[in-house]
């Protein structure tokens, strides 16, 4: 989602005068006896090719399935084409918001996010171009706004409006959105490419000399990372931005203070009715970065072992903090498994949503003011 944390930013500019993309300097921190020390290096190598460039190659490898699922329904118009194009989408979703905990580098610097995954859709110029024109390429929608490209232009073509059902027919879809939306996938695709590139080849498109980013991260003493520190300060921010944006922004705007202001306009993948599998992949993608392993991988190197260099206590509460935020957004569907378009407008629903804001509000303070601020008292070897 096209969302940027003003809460992270803030950190940022407490603990750090210069980090990512934009800057050569790390954290400043003031000068105080250290209390730890922990050789970062088998936790960076790992979180940057076994994590995020390993999730960064199964978004670009599904986005290949789903390319070739979207041409298939194009060529043939059949149920069972349209279901597994419906469900390409869906794989390939999980990969990108899972990786919404790593938000920064090529994706931000190239405006991949914004290709991707801009939220809302304009349903209006998108019906507009629908009306006016007799055929589409990838060509062409490239250089359409991307409000009327990405992931959710995909999403309403497939699923419709998401209102009363998530179940499109074959027979409620022409030949001409059949088309928008294969275009619409050969774009999506060499975006994912693009960005799988910028972090294993080139981290600028038009500098073939320029390094891959992933060598930025693992080898910090360069223009972005002047030291370990600085690649640390990253990967917790993203963790922070994007418990931030799931908990007061992605559930909590349209939730609104009561059940008289909710705002359904506001929930995001609303057509496909994926919205709790959205916020459960993102506090996963969390995860993911703390442990350093995807789920049901065997343990490896994570934000954890740095955490429980300087005290083991807040480790254990965190992982605790990410597995019943995860388990308290997954709770909000309940027995009747409602959306949660509808979740948000259903009495007994709106307790467990309340929860998971509140699981939420937990995280990001703990990663806040008990992660974070280990940076203040680590010594680098």
Same mark, same amino acid.
């Given at each position: 989602?096209?969302?940027?944390?003003?809460? *992270?930013?803030?950190?940022?500019?407490?603990?750090?005068?210069?980090?990512?993309?934009?800057?050569?300097?790390?954290?400043?921190?003031?000068?105080?006896?250290?209390?730890?020390?922990?050789?970062?290096?088998?936790?960076?190598? @790992?979180? +940057?090719? #076994?994590?995020? =460039?390993?999730?960064?190659?199964?978004?670009?490898?599904?986005? /290949?399935?789903?390319?070739?699922?979207?041409?298939?329904?194009?060529?043939? /118009?059949?149920?069972? $084409?349209?279901?597994?194009?419906?469900? *390409?989408?869906?794989?390939?979703?999980?990969?990108?918001?899972?990786?919404?905990?790593?938000?920064?580098?090529?994706?931000?610097?190239?405006?991949?996010?914004?290709?991707?995954?801009? !939220?809302?859709?304009?349903?209006?110029?998108?019906?507009?171009?629908?009306? +006016?024109?007799?055929?589409?390429? *990838? +060509?062409?929608?490239?250089?359409? @706004? #991307?409000?009327?490209?990405?992931?959710?232009?995909?999403?309403?073509?497939?699923?419709?409006?998401? =209102?009363?059902?998530?179940?499109?027919?074959?027979?409620?879809?022409?030949?001409?959105?059949?088309?928008?939306?294969? /275009?619409?996938?050969?774009?999506?695709?060499?975006?994912?490419?693009?960005?799988?590139?910028? !972090?294993?080849?080139?981290?600028?498109?038009? &500098?073939? $000399?320029?390094?891959?980013?992933?060598?930025?991260?693992?080898?910090?003493?360069?223009?972005?990372?002047?030291?370990?520190?600085?690649?640390?300060?990253?990967?917790?921010?993203?963790?922070?931005?994007?418990?931030?944006?799931?908990?007061?922004?992605?559930?909590?705007?349209?939730?609104?203070?009561?059940?008289? @202001?909710?705002?359904?306009?506001?929930?995001?993948?609303?057509?496909?009715? $994926?919205?709790?599998?959205?916020?459960?992949?993102?506090?996963?993608?969390?995860?993911?970065?703390?442990?350093?392993?995807?789920?049901?991988?065997?343990?490896?190197?994570?934000?954890?072992?740095?955490?429980?260099? *300087?005290?083991?206590?807040?480790?254990?509460?965190?992982?605790?903090?990410?597995?019943?935020?995860?388990?308290?957004?997954?709770?909000?569907?309940?027995?009747?498994?409602?959306?949660?378009?509808?979740?948000? @407008?259903?009495?007994?629903?709106?307790?467990?949503?309340?929860?998971?804001? &509140?699981?939420?509000?937990?995280?990001? +303070?703990?990663?806040?003011? #008990?992660?974070?601020?280990?940076?203040?008292? !680590?010594?680098?070897?």
């Amino acid at each position: 989602m096209l969302k940027k944390s003003l809460l *992270a930013l803030a950190l940022s500019s407490v603990f750090l005068t210069g980090c990512g993309g934009s800057s050569s300097n790390d954290a400043v921190v003031p000068e105080v006896e250290s209390k730890f020390t922990f050789d970062a290096t088998e936790m960076i190598t @790992n979180l +940057t090719n #076994d994590v995020i =460039v390993a999730g960064y190659k199964n978004l670009n490898d599904e986005a /290949a399935v789903y390319l070739l699922a979207t041409q298939n329904l194009a060529n043939t /118009a059949t149920e069972e $084409n349209l279901a597994a194009a419906q469900q *390409a989408w869906k794989d390939v979703r999980v990969h990108w918001e899972q990786g919404e905990s790593h938000i920064f580098g090529p994706v931000d610097a190239l405006s991949i996010d914004p290709h991707l995954d801009t !939220w809302p859709l304009n349903t209006s110029d998108l019906q507009a171009l629908l009306n +006016t024109q007799s055929g589409f390429n *990838a +060509t062409q929608l490239k250089a359409f @706004n #991307d409000d009327v490209q990405g992931f959710h232009t995909m999403e309403f073509l497939l699923f419709g409006d998401g =209102v009363a059902d998530n179940e499109k027919a074959i027979g409620e879809m022409t030949a001409l959105e059949r088309e928008y939306l294969s /275009a619409a996938a050969e774009v999506f695709k060499s975006h994912t490419q693009t960005l799988f590139d910028a !972090w294993t080849v080139a981290n600028d498109p038009n &500098d073939a $000399n320029s390094p891959a980013y992933k060598d930025l991260l693992l080898t910090p003493d360069n223009e972005v990372y002047s030291s370990s520190l600085g690649v640390v300060q990253e990967l917790i921010n993203g963790m922070i931005g994007i418990v931030d944006e799931v908990g007061n922004g992605k559930i909590s705007e349209p939730f609104g203070s009561s059940i008289d @202001n909710i705002d359904t306009t506001k929930v995001e993948s609303q057509y496909s009715w $994926n919205s709790l599998a959205d916020f459960t992949d993102n506090i996963q993608g969390v995860q993911n970065v703390y442990r350093g392993e995807f789920l049901g991988q065997a343990d490896k190197t994570g934000i954890i072992d740095f955490v429980t260099a *300087a005290d083991a206590a807040i480790a254990t509460r965190v992982d605790t903090e990410i597995v019943d935020a995860i388990a308290a957004i997954k709770a909000v569907a309940g027995d009747n498994d409602l959306p949660f378009r509808q979740a948000i @407008n259903d009495a007994d629903a709106r307790v467990r949503i309340q929860t998971a804001i &509140d699981k939420l509000t937990t995280l990001q +303070t703990s990663l806040e003011n #008990d992660v974070l601020t280990q940076l203040n008292e !680590w010594q680098q070897p």
